[in-house]
């Protein structure tokens, strides 16, 4: 059984960086089908993907246009995590972020598993 | 502003018939396939419909999903009180290079 455990801080003060990790069980975030997302949702905002990392002989990343230059994902193979930074917050990022799998190009493409959500706040 | 829209809200009665749309465009809905993912409240949302009309395992057969052209729905015959809910459609959109979603319906069973 999969599992995803997201972990790190609820609070963030706006200009800083938000970080979450996202530890997976039961599969490899060197999988060579998967693709490893975060997510996050708000009231303002709804449902937005914010990016992907995934291994395929190398490691990818794909991000969302509206968070492109200030977000970075990275996997983790020694602790079989991967971890959202997101810089230069604004209270507009405020947002419970999810982490979450698919599998791209392949007749499984949707996000199957979610880990539990995390609620970032931004404010001073 | 959701790049897919949904309609806020939708109701039915107990063993009714309700459909929610969800418009897009050529570059998401008109050329990809879309998804469908139940949320019940303070849990991640779980995917109820997957390439336009496929069912996951464990999805009951009332619930359905198809697509036209740039726009797509999903279907909940024989409403249960344990299908209320937000639902989300979402697809990949080849202009913007990532998932969008529909900004989500609130489904009430009356």
């Known amino acids: 059984q999969v599992q995803l455990q997201q972990s790190g801080p609820g609070l963030v003060k706006p200009s800083q960086t938000l970080s979450l990790t996202c530890a997976i069980s039961?599969?490899?975030?060197?999988?060579?089908?998967?693709?490893w997302n975060w997510i996050r949702q708000s009231p303002s905002r709804g449902l937005e993907w914010l990016g992907r990392?995934?291994?395929?002989?190398?490691?990818?990343?794909d991000y969302a246009v509206s968070v492109k230059s200030r977000i970075t994902i990275n996997p983790d193979t020694s602790k079989n995590q991967f971890s959202l930074q997101l810089n230069s917050v604004t209270p507009e990022d405020t947002a419970v972020y999810y982490c979450a799998r698919d599998f791209p190009w392949t007749a499984e493409d949707y996000f199957d598993y979610w880990g539990q959500g995390t609620l970032v706040t931004v404010s001073s | 502003q959701s790049v897919l829209t949904q309609p806020p809200s939708a109701s039915g009665t107990p063993g009714q018939r309700v459909t929610i749309s969800c418009s897009g465009s050529s570059s998401n809905i008109g050329s990809n396939y879309v998804y469908w993912y139940q949320q019940l409240p303070g849990t991640a949302p779980k995917l109820l419909i997957y390439?336009?009309?496929q069912r996951p395992s464990g999805v009951p057969d009332r619930f359905s999903g198809s697509k036209s052209g740039t726009s797509a729905s999903l279907a909940s015959s024989g409403l249960r009180s344990e299908d209320e809910a937000d639902y989300y459609c979402a697809a990949w959109d080849h202009s913007l290079s990532g998932w969008v979603f529909g900004g989500g319906t609130k489904l009430t069973v009356l």
């Open positions: 990392t995934y291994y395929r002989s190398k490691w990818y990343n």
């Open positions: 039961g599969d490899s975030v060197s999988s060579n089908s998967a693709a």
């Open positions: 390439r336009n009309n």
